[in-house]
């Protein structure tokens, strides 16, 4: 079983950076796609990135398109989201995952659709206006 523990999260004012990490215990995570969510008070969690198992392909959310980037370490069993230019709106806690159920294929309509019913503890963000 994966176990994935997110950090990174913090506050930082409008138009500042954050770099948040996904790691994982467990067994390794570099035959599955990996991404990443996010959870506003009162709204449902959303889709933000996700990345496929070699790192080649990347598919975001409009809402982040050009400001994340989203990239993954095999050797460290990491995942990352490099966030640039923040915006109070991007508030939330932000959560990743891992398609489990597809090793080596890349499902993006499965992140987009958040087929995933496990999940961390996930890591605050809050950016101040």
């Known amino acids: 079983q994966v176990q994935l523990v997110e950090s990174g999260g913090g506050l930082v004012q409008a138009g500042g950076s954050l770099r948040l990490s996904c790691a994982a215990s467990g067994r390794t995570l570099s035959g599955y796609a990996m991404g990443w969510f996010r959870q506003a008070p009162g709204k449902e969690r959303e889709f933000v990135a996700c990345i496929n198992w070699s790192g080649g392909s990347t598919v975001y959310a409009d809402s982040v398109k050009g400001r994340f980037t989203i990239s993954r370490d095999n050797g460290k069993k990491t995942v990352y989201l490099q966030m640039n230019s923040l915006k109070p709106e991007d508030t939330a806690v932000y959560y990743c995952?891992?398609?489990?159920?597809?090793?080596?294929?890349?499902?993006?309509?499965?992140?987009?659709?958040?087929?995933?019913?496990?999940w961390g503890q996930g890591t605050q963000v809050t950016v101040s206006s």
């Open positions: 995952n891992a398609d489990t159920a597809a090793p080596y294929a890349f499902r993006p309509l499965t992140w987009q659709r958040n087929d995933f019913t496990s």
